[in-house]
């Protein structure tokens, strides 16, 4: 079994000492969905949404809380973060986000492209609750990372 980074050899929980790591250009993509009404998707489409522009607002959210994953997830490190996009495409009966973090640091930003993602989707709910509260968020994950000693990675096609 691997051992687990995390966690110091009394089994206690720790944050993960990276200061002897060499700094890379890391990048993670992650994606997810939320299916809806087709009444909560014309008016996210038609711009008719109550509370105003959907993907504005769940753009700015999502690159929020990519800078904010080191306060939100107890043993992330906080990154000094290069760049983070969010971006939407529709599907049917959903729309689906995908974010995009990057950097050159010493770990990891996969949890940063995951949040994103995930807090544009919890912010469209927040959005369209008001035409459909029965909106699902589901398939949250990490499509591909690159950099660092693990190099890289892609999701195996769903």
Do not use: Q
């Not at 700094?23 to 809806?36: C, N, P, Q, S, Y």
């Amino acid at each position: 079994m691997t051992k687990l980074t995390h966690l110091d050899e009394s089994g206690a929980a720790r944050m993960v000492d990276v200061g002897a790591k060499a700094e890379t250009a890391r990048k993670a993509v992650a994606t997810g969905r939320i299916r809806m009404s087709p009444e909560a998707l014309a008016a996210i489409r038609d711009g008719d949404v109550p509370k105003g522009d959907v993907f504005a607002a769940a753009r700015i959210a999502g690159i929020m809380a990519a800078k904010k994953t080191g306060e939100l997830i107890p043993l992330c490190h906080p990154l000094s973060l290069d760049a983070v996009t969010v971006n939407f495409t529709f599907e049917e009966g959903a729309v689906r986000a995908t974010s995009t973090a990057s950097l050159t640091g010493k770990t990891g930003i996969e949890m940063e492209a995951m949040t994103a993602t995930s807090i544009a989707l919890l912010t469209i709910y927040d959005m369209a609750k008001a035409i459909d509260k029965g909106m699902v968020i589901e398939g949250v994950r990490l499509l591909a990372k690159s950099g660092g000693k693990s190099g890289d990675w892609h999701a195996p096609e769903e």
